[in-house]
């Protein structure tokens, strides 16, 4: 790879990594804010649920923004707004500047994920996209996963406000690669890029794609729902194991996503997102009948290197054949779609939890076993559907690549 998409590369790594940064290092503060600012659970709450909402609300808004006004030019907004953000978190005096802060955080994280997505095409070849997708994603995988670590550690030494202080060097490190080594933005015609998302989502095969990445999404957001229960109610782990159980997928998906990309890049992204289907299908049917930690951990390996390689091939999918005036556009649909499904898994197979397993912080072991079975019953269903969109779409472009 050339040293200056090598370096283009770094710097869109960088802004997905400090997007998934900002959404799961504030997790561990929780208590420590609410005891600072007097609050309660609910409150404090909004610390984390202010920036996903920003992010959801605004994301394809941004994606099509970068379409308009160029797409280097809009990170490099995204990330000083996000940089600026985390220096009014750090400094906030009461609970409500520090959620309008978040607010303006997830407003930079949006364009951030939307641009780093859309600009994949500006800065590598087609037949080395697969492996950029890999590495975007592993880049969110090991934001999620340092969070909790990181944020740990400076909660202890200096407290609560360096949770979000520590995005300041970080963002404009990230904008000064973006400046140095990002691509000038090109000029699309002015009919092609002002469309609109509504246009792009005429496209068949980009529909069955955003759909399939919110069915999956919602199936790996139940792992973080369920899996803390059965973790805890189901095995008796202490919270420190139980982080650590939980640490797993994250970590898992870091260390799959670039070899995804690579065998997206080689064997097609169609074969692919069946494959990454079917390892997901498998961790699933695992995860519905799993009994014991070993179990259950090896189980979600599968399931998470299932997911690392649905979403490389799923992504270059939806983004390689997407004219350059869109690609903000549809990056913004793509990571609007994972975020609704990752709401959906939350609220949906949670409320699937929650009802073959009720009063779960009193119920017996076997209770919240078979909660967990239940749950991921409906999660197999939610692959299999994608399977079988996913077989179609792959039967459609076989049929349209046989007519030429």
């Known amino acids: ?50 920036y996903l909402l920003a992010i959801t609300a605004v994301i394809v808004s941004a994606g099509r923004l970068g379409d308009r006004l160029g797409r280097r030019r809009l990170l490099l907004a995204g990330l000083l707004l996000f940089t600026v953000a985390c220096g009014l978190c750090g400094m906030a005096p009461t609970l409500g500047w520090l959620v309008a802060a978040r607010i303006l955080q997830g407003l930079g994280a949006a364009v951030m994920m939307a641009m780093a997505l859309g600009m994949v095409g500006d800065t590598v070849s087609k037949a080395r996209t697969g ?60 009919s092609s890029a002002g469309s609109g998302f509504w246009s792009a989502l005429k496209a068949p095969a980009l529909r069955v794609g955003l759909i399939m990445s919110a069915l999956v999404a919602a199936v790996i957001m139940a792992t973080f729902v369920v899996g803390p229960f059965y973790l805890s109610r189901g095995l008796g782990l202490e ?19 670039v070899p995804a990309g690579r065998l997206t890049d080689r064997l097609g992204s169609q074969r692919m997102t069946l494959a990454g289907l079917g390892v997901l299908a498998c961790g699933a049917v695992l ?45 913004g649909l793509l990571n609007l779609s ?10 949906a197979l949670g409320a699937v939890f929650a009802w073959a397993s009720p009063n779960v912080t009193q119920a017996f072991p076997q209770s919240v076993a078979y909660g967990l079975h239940a749950t991921f019953s409906v999660a197999l269903g939610l692959i299999l559907l994608a399977s079988v969109m996913a077989w179609r779409r792959f039967g459609a472009v076989n049929g349209l690549q046989n007519t030429h």
């Open 1 to 50: 790879m050339p040293t200056a998409s090598r370096a283009s590369l770094i710097s869109l790594s960088l802004s997905m990594l400090l997007a998934s940064l900002g959404t799961s290092i504030a997790n561990v503060g929780l208590p420590s804010l609410a005891r600072a600012f007097d609050a309660s659970f609910h409150a404090v709450q909004w610390v984390v649920l202010a």
């Open 239 to 257: 919270p420190e194991w139980m982080g650590l159980a939980m640490a797993v997928g994250p970590c898992v998906a870091a260390f799959t996503g």
């Open 338 to 347: 994972r975020n609704l499904g990752l709401i959906f898994g939350a609220s």
């Open 287 to 331: 995860l519905s009948l799993v009994s014991g930690l070993i179990a259950y951990l090896a189980s979600l390996v599968i399931l998470t290197a299932g997911y690392s390689l649905f979403q490389a091939a799923n992504n270059t999918a939806v983004m390689s054949d997407v004219e350059g005036s869109r690609r903000g556009t549809v990056s």
């Open 131 to 190: 492996r950029a997708m890999g590495l975007l994603g592993t880049m969110s995988a090991v934001g999620t996963a340092m969070g909790p670590s990181v944020g740990g550690v400076l909660l202890s030494v200096w407290g609560w406000r360096a949770i979000f202080l520590v995005g300041m060097p970080l963002g404009l490190v990230a904008a000064a690669l973006a400046y140095r080594c990002l691509p000038v933005d090109r000029a699309y015609a002015p």
